[in-house]
């Protein structure tokens, strides 16, 4: 199992396309999950002295979708972005790094292969001009 590439095309409606590759004799399935590492700075204030931040991290879930691709075969998954990944990309104007963890369950032993993504939104083409 292999991924094609580290750019992820996001169409308007929120569909993300990753490419993956079947390698072997046969056929493998399993799931796909997006997820943003978030850093949160929290400042804290004691007795109108600033004390020492504090971050924090929190990993959101972007996107999950199941695949099934014949052995030897490359395939095109389409994940759909939840509300949470849709929002991020556009506060990110379009250009957003993401981790991909592909977790293939067939053929057996399960694998776990995470690559970090670039989610790149697709800009709409042929918009009219004002007349």
């Given at each position: 199992?292999?991924?094609?590439?580290?750019?992820?095309?996001?169409?308007?409606?929120?569909?993300?396309?990753?490419?993956?590759?079947?390698t072997?004799t046969?056929?493998?399935?399993?799931?796909?999950?997006?997820?943003?590492?978030?850093?949160?700075?929290?400042i804290?204030?004691?007795?109108?002295?600033?004390?020492?931040p504090?971050?924090?991290?929190?990993?959101?879930?972007?996107?999950?979708?199941?695949?099934?691709?014949?052995?030897?075969?490359?395939?095109?998954?389409?994940?759909k972005l939840?509300?949470?990944?849709?929002?991020?990309?556009?506060?990110?104007?379009?250009?957003?790094?993401?981790?991909?963890?592909?977790?293939?369950?067939?053929?057996?032993?399960?694998?776990?292969?995470?690559?970090?993504?670039?989610?790149?939104?697709?800009?709409?083409?042929?918009k009219?001009?004002?007349?």
């Amino acid at each position: 199992m292999s991924l094609d590439g580290s750019t992820i095309t996001v169409q308007g409606n929120g569909e993300a396309e990753v490419k993956l590759s079947c390698t072997g004799t046969g056929m493998c399935a399993g799931k796909l999950t997006l997820t943003e590492l978030r850093l949160a700075v929290k400042i804290l204030l004691e007795k109108g002295k600033r004390t020492t931040p504090k971050t924090k991290t929190k990993t959101e879930t972007l996107g999950t979708a199941t695949f099934f691709i014949p052995a030897g075969k490359t395939a095109t998954i389409e994940l759909k972005l939840n509300a949470v990944g849709r929002a991020l990309l556009g506060a990110a104007h379009g250009r957003l790094s993401a981790s991909l963890t592909v977790l293939k369950s067939a053929p057996g032993p399960t694998q776990t292969l995470t690559e970090d993504v670039q989610l790149v939104q697709r800009r709409a083409h042929g918009k009219a001009g004002r007349r």
